[in-house]
């Protein structure tokens, strides 16, 4: 059987990180679409049988009815592909989401909360959803292959090996658990992030486009090929614009002018979106919101001060005055190592500021 699995494609999200650049939320949004299209025809034309979509397909509080219209159009122009969904945190299967009270088409199964197998000739597919926006109740111990002659899938949406409380909340799954089961593939959703590797049986695919700047790397689909002999997957990059972050060193900076210059040195491409992140120390204060102002290269989307201000406390210790008493007092903290060594050079830099 041949698949194609996707995850976290989030139609109709607001695109925080880049909405106050006006038109380009409008492009992401349009490029959410073109990258669809994309993934449709590679279905038709590779002939593919299964569809796996492992959750938040859209945004719930966001999404428009138009969208699922478009959504579904694609889905009818692929009659002999069976497409199965996975509900996730984002698009959960509600009494009044679109999941449940939409007319899909008829190749459209969409997993509710109870564990559920759907049944082909040659393969069966077990999976279920969200339906609300967090999934702590459900127990993976709960599914077990009935048939192991047949190749058997799980479409899911959740966390792998959830740590925290917060990961917890999101369908928590432990990995040793989920590859005791036997399963020829999990499709996975929920983490941006895709952990892609050719002899893996449990993939996220991560997000299908890339929302932000804590989403950096490559996004696309995971596309493969079954048999009771083994299988064949591979990673296809699909979206063409990337999120980059790049450093600029400011230590010899000595003015707003030469900054902005240095910014617009740097190596940038015009198909990536940039956040540029300012270090080591500075000389001058830098005004973030200023920066913006000037004619930066277009595809800087964010900059971020992580600079610290050039303080030469040995000679400040010197001094007669209070701040003198209190840079003595933070060469001592840093000599007996009371603590790290980041907090120090805050309070340095807080207790310098205020005694100027």
Known sequence: MKFVHIADMHFDAPFTAIADKGYLGEQRRLEQRQVFR???????????EYFFISGDLYEHQYIRKSTIEFINNLFKEIPETQII??????DPYLKKSYYNTYN?????????????????????????GFDDFYCSELDINEIQIENREKINILVIHGTLDGASIEERQYNSMNKKELEAKGFDYIALGHIHKNNFAPNSKIIYPGSTISLGFDELGEHGMVVGEISRNGQKIEFIKLDKTEFV??????????????????INEINMQENKLYKIILTGSRNFEINIYKLYKYELYKNIIKIKDNTKPKIDIEKISREKTLKGLFAKEIIEEIQEEKYELEIIEKALEIGIEILE
Not at 38 to 48: A, F, R, S, V
Not at 85 to 90: A, F, K, L, R, V
């Open 85 to 90: 969904i996975s509900p996730g945190n984002h």
């Open 38 to 48: 994309q993934i449709i025809e590679y279905i038709k034309e590779n002939k593919i």
């Open 245 to 262: 972050e790049k450093e600029l060193e400011c230590t010899e900076i000595k003015s707003e002018e030469e900054l902005v210059e240095k």
């Open 104 to 128: 899909w088409n008829s190749n459209v199964h969409i997993y509710g909360a109870e564990i559920e197998k759907i049944e082909y000739p040659e393969i069966d597919i077990y999976g279920y």
